[in-house]
């Protein structure tokens, strides 16, 4: 690369000082975003030197501190060339070696030493949590001196949930509803109890991958129908005709991993090609009251379609309030809903009683923890976007309107390389592959934005030097060539 | 039946005054007893008069007062003759019509109109419970601004678990430990881990009928060695290795329903048994801190005479501590630990927190609890023991040493009877074969002993009536016939 080329990359000079550090940040910013290829040859000192109009001992510092912080390599007779800074370890052990360590040299990582983990979408617990749970304990005593166990969920706690959903248009009694140890439990309690080895099971390609473990394990045949553009609700009637599918499964607010939202028209058909279909349709409201605008008017809830029991609902207290909180609930027909509770006995007998109250108290205050959790979502979100169109121009997302994640488009099918050479530096992200059902998705990722701006900030930076690592691999590391 | 019969089974007059209503309760005695059977007609007023030698009035008022009690049915010309009295209606809708109704009448049951529910058998929480729960919700705040998943349970409690089997004899690191979301939770996840569909696996009979359920649900061939005289190892031994088991199960400590304690020397040949025919040792721990007498000697874990990580125990906070707290835990290696916690996370992802802070602190002072339970257990024992042999003579039992149940022989196989009269009667039992593999069993029921000591002899009268009510069964109520 000449002098004149890399300076025009560079746009001239920063007015920042010092100097040198200005151009060594600069150039860092064109390797860390993939303007700057790595294993490009730098121009020589002097040639840069001149083509920006500093002195020569400026270039010199500036190609100095970049060495120092492994962004540029050189050797005698080879001149200098870009390289990506050196590795920590993750808490996985690394699956090859770290490209820096192969020169004997060690740097820390550029900014912080903490893993961060783009794995789990899910915050800590609201401000409120701690008045919740002093309210949750002082009505303990009056369960504590019984056995605990109730298999369908507290009765006050199923009557809140039950009003919730009176509330969302969709009147609901509470023998309608069953309490769960999570929404995943409720998940893995519907695939057992409707679903036989070797039923038709539709799914949303991409989809929350535990959903497709309970129903691989339960030995349905997936039938996946893709949403990365939204629904084609045309599409999956079809599919759960040729099928005979008996089930659905989907995610239809802020769908997770896709953050998209299905219109009422969709929500109207869809629960139309179930009935025509006489299929189940398994809606999964996790994420339903994350909009980021909490004062939006809400799409009306699937059930609201529904007429004949088909439409089973699933909700949960994990993203809203907090997973350590391990509550979630079904609402289904009243029959249905005693099934459950009898197939659920074996699973795990019941609930965890201070934390179906402690629930129950949040959703007393719902509308508190939404304002809260919309205003901390949507920093997140543009945190993340920021970063993403700075550091990674190529990768491609919608801003979703609710949930926590961004589903962004990496422009090549890499996704899992990326994943993995993002744990090496630091920073634990999902690849496309683990929401589909048959090895697709390999051009995505999902990026939660859960954690705080900075940290999100930081997240990319690693992620935009784990590109570079992939698109530099998987050869062995030639010699710089000219380019 | 003659007046002199009658006055002999009644032993005379009592002292009581007044006398009407000390004959009609003795009356009544000889009834709920079985003394005196259903449908037996009474002697003619002045003949039991003249025997017992009191005024015909005072016998025409006992009858009365029989009458309105619902122990005597009369009608004109037929004379007098025992019945049972009126039922109410169970939660559960009944099976048959009750034995009263059909005559028109209406009674309340004798002393109280409360259900009572010997199905359970679980206690309330110990009395340091709440300082417990306030310790633990002071923990709680390091824990939920983070996601709050700890898909094998949080460390602090994990550490804890392990020095308490460190205490016991089993040196244990905390990476051995998996918490679950309770027992039953735990042996879900290693019938899944563990066991494949066609497996063998030795149960003991009777055992805990919810792993019954969970291995019948994973496909395993199961076979019963029975114990309701204690343990022969050599019968399990041989059953281990005819069936190639992959698995055994095992309940050492105050067996549930049994109460049997396993002597050390059966466990260390148990645990060959296991090694020679490579089959793994499931051993439940639940009732292992319930001894009635705490200060006793414990016997080893079976865990203690394990080399090759053959041995898997299960512990739970419920019945030691309170079963609205969901948690228990797994002990094995290692590695079959890493490969529980990957199993579980499609189940329910993890436990939840707070739940796990108050067992720890529980657990801090598990002394204290061990012993406010072995008291109020040694009670309702002996308060159940002593309503049994008072009304319910023909019932053999041991006295267990600790746990929650006493293992009743009925001496007729009539046990789901009495167990459908009961439930119809106001109390609920679970009859014998629902504790077996193959419909056997069926003369033994399981009376649990955590109810308050009144209660529990309410529970007895109420089954005594059951017992009467299913002797007398199943033939259309004819016509009294003389005895």
Chains 1, 2 share one sequence.
Not at 90 to 116: L, N, Q, Y
Not at 134 to 158: F, I, K, Q, T, W
């Amino acid at each position: 690369m000449s002098g004149p080329h890399l300076a025009r990359l560079l746009g001239g000079v920063s007015s920042e000082r010092p100097v040198y550090a200005a151009l060594a940040r600069s150039v860092r910013g064109l390797v860390l975003d993939g303007r700057l290829a790595l294993r490009t040859r730098l121009p020589a000192e002097r040639d840069l030197a001149a083509a920006l109009g500093v002195s020569r001992t400026t270039v010199t510092a500036a190609y100095d501190r970049l060495r120092d912080e492994g962004y540029v390599e050189s050797r005698r007779g080879a001149g200098s060339w870009t390289v990506l800074p050196p590795v920590r370890m993750s808490p996985a052990e690394p699956r090859g070696a770290a490209p820096g360590g192969r020169f004997g040299r060690a740097h820390p990582v550029p900014d912080d030493a903490t893993f961060i983990d783009l794995g789990c979408a899910t915050p800590g617990a609201p401000s409120i949590f701690g008045e919740a749970v002093a309210a949750a304990v002082d009505e303990l005593p009056r369960y504590s001196s019984g056995p605990g166990y109730e298999p369908a969920g507290l009765a006050s706690l199923r009557q809140v949930i039950a009003d919730g959903y009176a509330a969302r248009g969709v009147p609901t009694r509470p023998d309608q509803i069953v309490v769960t140890t999570g929404a995943q439990h409720a998940f893995t309690l519907l695939s057992e109890t409707l679903i036989e080895a070797g039923d038709a099971v539709v799914v949303e390609r991409p989809t929350y991958p535990h959903a497709l473990g309970a129903l691989r394990r339960r030995g349905a045949r997936l039938v996946p129908v893709g949403v990365n553009e939204g629904w084609d609700v045309e599409l999956a009637a079809g599919a759960m005709r040729q099928a005979a599918a008996r089930m659905a499964y989907t995610i239809p607010d802020f769908q997770n991993p896709t953050g998209q939202l299905m219109p009422a028209a969709d929500r109207a058909a869809l629960v139309d090609a179930g009935r025509r279909a006489d299929a189940f349709l398994v809606t999964d409201e996790t994420f339903a009251d994350l909009a980021h605008d909490p004062r939006a008017p809400r799409e009306p809830p699937l059930a609201s379609f529904d007429s004949g029991g088909r439409v089973v609902t699933i909700g949960s207290a994990s993203k809203l309030m907090w997973g350590g909180l391990r509550i979630g609930w079904i609402r289904t027909t009243a029959p249905l809903a005693r099934r459950l509770v009898l197939a659920r006995e074996p699973f795990d007998m019941a609930s965890p009683v201070l934390d179906q109250l402690i629930v129950r108290e949040l959703l007393l205050r719902v509308e508190e923890v939404r304002a809260e959790r919309a205003e901390s979502l949507l920093r997140g979100r543009d945190a993340l976007a920021g970063a993403l169109r700075e550091l990674l121009p190529g990768w491609e997302f919608r801003l979703p309107a609710g949930g926590m994640s961004l589903w962004a488009r990496i422009g090549a099918p890499v996704a899992t390389l990326v994943a993995e050479a993002a744990e090496r530096l630091g920073v634990r992200v999902v690849a496309g592959p683990v929401f589909g059902v048959d090895g697709v998705l390999e051009d995505y990722v999902r990026l939660p934005y859960v954690l705080p701006p900075d940290t999100l900030r930081l997240a990319v930076e690693r992620l935009a030097l784990a590109c570079r690592e992939v698109e530099s691999a998987p050869a062995a590391r030639p010699l710089p060539a000219y380019v």
